[in-house]
Nanobody
Framework: QVQLVESGGGLVQAGGSLTLSCAASGNIFRISIDAMYWYRQAPGKQRELVAAITSGSTTTYADSVKGRFTISRDNAKKMVYLQMNRLKLEDTAVYYC??????WGQGTQVTVSS
C-alpha cells in the first residue's frame, strides 16, 4: 500500500509561482521504481496529465505547461514536486499526485486570480 499527500496549493495572482509537494509513504519499493505524475482537474473538465517523471528522472509535460512547470522527485525523501511559474488563470484546478498506475493523492487546490 502507498499513501500520497499533496500540499502547497493556494491562491496566487496570475504570473506568480507555487510549488506543490507530494509526500509518499508505505511501499518503499514501489515508490522508488514507479513513475510519478501530477494531474489536474478544473471544474467541469476531465482530469488531465500535467507532468510525469520516471524513476530515472526522465520528464514529460503537457504542452500547456511546458517551459513554465517543472516536475522533480527525491526518492530518498519519497517526495515529488511540481514547481509552477508564470501561472495563468487557466491553471486553476485541483492538482493530484499519482504513483504508478494505481495510487492517487487527495488533491490540493490551486487558484490563480487576475
Amino acid at each position: 500500500q502507498v499513501q500520497l499527500v499533496e500540499s502547497g496549493g493556494g491562491l496566487v495572482q496570475a504570473g506568480g509561482s507555487l510549488t506543490l509537494s507530494c509526500a509518499a509513504s508505505g511501499n518503499i519499493f514501489r515508490i522508488s521504481i514507479d513513475a510519478m505524475y501530477w494531474y489536474r482537474q478544473a471544474p467541469g473538465k476531465q482530469r488531465e496529465l500535467v507532468a510525469a517523471i520516471t524513476s530515472g528522472s526522465t520528464t514529460t509535460y503537457a504542452d500547456s505547461v511546458k517551459g513554465r512547470f517543472t516536475i522533480s522527485r527525491d526518492n530518498a525523501k519519497k517526495m515529488v514536486y511540481l514547481q509552477m511559474n508564470r501561472l495563468k488563470l487557466e491553471d486553476t484546478a485541483v492538482y493530484y499526485c499519482k504513483l504508478g498506475v494505481r495510487y492517487w493523492g487527495q488533491g490540493t487546490q490551486v487558484t490563480v486570480s487576475s
